[in-house]
T-cell receptor
Framework: ETGVTQTPRHLVMGMTNKKSLKCEQHLGHNAMYWYKQSAKKPLELMFVYSLEERVENNSVPSRFSPECPNSSHLFLHLHTLQPEDSALYLC??????????????FGPGTRLTVL | GQNIDQPTEMTATEGAIVQINCTYQTSGFNGLFWYQQHAGEAPTFLSY??LDGLEEKGRFSSFLSRSKGYSYLLLKELQMKDSASYLC??????????WGAGTKLIIKP
């Protein structure tokens, strides 16, 4: 148990569907992250929130829409996805993103398949 | 551009020692992390190096040479449960984590 939970663990959706991924951290951290993990590729940082404000958006397509209602919860809303968006989506949290020692704690991920 | 290089896959024998290398070229350096990720699970923290030298933690050790842009993770007395992917990540000048693609380690009996 890492203190970061994600739901659902697996998701299959069509290209016209709308779905949401949920992340919750129980560690009292101030920063939360969404990453995309594809086979044999580095983790791709998608979004960073610090104290509920978005501080980083790495040119992610608008079909991915994040929401951070409070410092413990993070959502990723999905709509009109493409098959190449199929991947493992990881959520992480850390105490403070502006520090050199910024250990990130990861959730187990949502395995997304877009048909 | 920023780049982290690790071998894609390595194989080792139970009970042996293995060294996983990581070389990096980044805009600034504020530390290097190693994470372990079992298949279908979350990455978990193994080590953090910011100064040159070797950090030992049980069966796992991590080494850093900032002048060479090089780190390695050393795993001793390998166990079957060490079969996993090992991710190297560097903290750059903007305090962002730059990730390598990971090294898949296969342990054989």
């Amino acid at each position: 148990e890492t203190g970061v939970t994600q739901t659902p663990r697996h998701l299959v959706m069509g290209m016209t569907n709308k779905k949401s991924l949920k992340c919750e951290q129980h560690l009292g951290h101030n920063a939360m992250y969404w990453y995309k993990q594809s086979a044999k590729k580095p983790l791709e940082l998608m979004f960073v929130y610090s104290l509920e404000e978005r501080v980083e958006n790495n040119s992610v397509p608008s079909r991915f829409s994040p929401e951070c209602p409070n410092s413990s919860h993070l959502f990723l809303h999905l709509h009109t996805l493409q098959p190449e968006d199929s991947a493992l989506y990881l959520c992480a949290s850390s105490l403070d993103p502006g520090q050199t020692y910024n250990e990130q704690f990861f959730g187990p991920g949502t395995r997304l398949t877009v048909l | 551009g920023q780049n982290i290089d690790q071998p894609t896959e390595m194989t080792a024998t139970e009970g042996a020692i293995v060294q996983i290398n990581c070389t990096y070229q980044t805009s600034g350096f504020n530390g290097l992390f190693w994470y372990q990720q079992h298949a279908g699970e979350a990455p978990t923290f193994l080590s953090y190096n910011v100064l040159d030298g070797l950090e030992e933690k049980g069966r796992f050790s991590s080494f850093l040479s900032r002048s060479k842009g090089y780190s390695y993770l050393l795993l001793k007395e390998l166990q079957m449960k060490d079969s996993a992917s090992y991710l190297c990540a560097v903290v750059d000048s903007n305090y962002q984590l730059i990730w390598g693609a990971g090294t898949k380690l296969i342990i054989k009996p």
